[in-house]
Nanobody
Framework: QVQLVESGGGLVQAGGSLRLSCATS????????MGWFRQAPGKEREFVAA????????YYATFLKGRFTISRDNAKNMVHLQMNSLKPEDTAIYYC????????????????????WGQGTQVTVSS
């Protein structure tokens, strides 16, 4: 059974940092892109960041403006999201996602690219 388990969420003050991690099990995602999405209350799920298997190519949501960094450790089957300069509007449930396929392109910013999802981790940023 494939599982993606996020961790690292919590409550932080505006301007602070958090590092989210996603551990995968049940299969390897060799060659596959992975991503992070988030969903705030009353809003649709939105793209945050995606990373290619090699770790050399990433996409980021334009609203991030360099505050977040996605990375992956393929040896440990993990993907991370370093979040700096957090703002109250970053408050959301953050989801890790993994694709079954191995293609890479702008379409990885869309949720339909991904076949596997974690249960989410809550990030709350206080003002």
């Amino acid at each position: 059974q494939v599982q993606l388990v996020e961790s690292g969420g919590g409550l932080v003050q505006a301007g602070g940092s958090l590092r989210l991690s996603c551990a995968t099990s049940g299969r390897t995602f060799s060659g596959s892109p992975m991503g992070w999405f988030r969903q705030a209350p009353g809003k649709e799920r939105e793209f945050v960041a995606a990373i290619r298997w090699s770790g050399n190519n990433m996409y980021y949501a334009t609203f991030l403006k360099g505050r977040f960094t996605i990375s992956r450790d393929n040896a440990k089957n993990m993907v991370h999201l370093q979040m700096n300069s957090l703002k109250p509007e970053d408050t959301a449930i953050y989801y890790c996602a993994a694709a079954a396929g191995k293609l890479w392109g702008p379409f990885v910013t869309g949720p339909n690219t991904y076949n596997y999802w974690g249960q989410g981790t809550q990030v709350t940023v206080s003002s």
